[in-house]
């Protein structure tokens, strides 16, 4: 990374009114971990099953033919959250192998928590594998019962999201034997 990688990170973030991340050391690869990471639907596992934290909603996704792995491709998701009916539509911004992948909203979010958000993954070389950064800058839903909402529940969401992300991938190295 470069002070200006870093000077355009903190001008995209400024775009957005939260923020949360989560890092972690993971004994893989950049190029393992990234590969692992790379795939939207394995990235997002935490949100295809019902959990409680998505208070027992779940997202499915369908991916252009870029599979949201290169830049321009696009990734839709769309759940259930009790009665509700959400959906979210990504385009990927950056994809540089083996160091970063950004990927943001497109048009207005139908979530709950959270509204327009920009999300991704740094991952650095370490001493015994990789660092892994794992991102979300993020804006409250634009509705009255969204912003309602969003204050408060938006950034244990987001906190939550990061985290399982970050273990998810600690989880998909401990369980490869050659990931390092």
Same mark, same amino acid.
């Given at each position: #990374?470069? %002070? =200006?990688?870093?000077?355009? /990170?903190?001008?995209?973030?400024?775009?957005?009114?939260?923020?949360?991340?989560?890092?972690?050391?993971?004994?893989?690869?950049?190029?393992?971990?990234?590969?692992?990471?790379?795939?939207?639907? @394995?990235?997002?596992?935490? #949100?295809?099953? %019902?959990?409680?934290? #998505?208070?027992? $909603?779940?997202?499915?996704?369908?991916?252009?033919?870029?599979? =949201?792995?290169?830049?321009?491709?696009?990734?839709? #998701?769309?759940? @259930?959250?009790?009665?509700?009916?959400?959906?979210?539509?990504?385009?990927?911004?950056?994809?540089?192998?083996?160091?970063?992948?950004?990927?943001?909203?497109? =048009?207005?979010?139908?979530?709950?928590?959270? =509204?327009?958000?920009?999300?991704?993954?740094?991952?650095? %070389? *370490?001493?015994?594998?990789?660092?892994? /950064?794992?991102?979300?800058?993020?804006?409250?839903?634009?509705? /009255?019962? $969204? /912003?309602?909402?969003?204050?408060?529940?938006?950034?244990?969401?987001? @906190?939550?999201?990061? @985290?399982?992300?970050?273990?998810? *991938?600690?989880?998909?190295?401990?369980?490869?034997?050659?990931?390092?």
């Amino acid at each position: #990374m470069t %002070p =200006g990688d870093d000077r355009q /990170r903190e001008d995209e973030k400024a775009n957005y009114a939260h923020s949360a991340s989560a890092d972690r050391e993971i004994a893989a690869s950049p190029q393992y971990l990234f590969d692992a990471l790379d795939d939207p639907t @394995r990235l997002g596992r935490h #949100m295809r099953e %019902p959990s409680l934290m #998505m208070l027992g $909603g779940w997202m499915r996704y369908r991916l252009d033919e870029g599979q =949201g792995r290169a830049v321009g491709s696009s990734i839709r #998701m769309e759940g @259930r959250f009790a009665f509700l009916k959400l959906a979210v539509d990504e385009v990927v911004t950056e994809h540089r192998r083996p160091s970063r992948k950004v990927w943001v909203t497109r =048009g207005c979010p139908r979530l709950l928590v959270i =509204g327009a958000y920009r999300m991704g993954f740094d991952i650095t %070389p *370490a001493a015994d594998g990789s660092h892994l /950064r794992v991102f979300i800058d993020y804006n409250d839903p634009d509705t /009255r019962l $969204g /912003r309602i909402a969003g204050s408060l529940f938006g950034p244990a969401y987001a @906190r939550w999201c990061v @985290r399982r992300i970050a273990e998810d *991938a600690t989880d998909l190295a401990k369980s490869s034997a050659s990931a390092v």
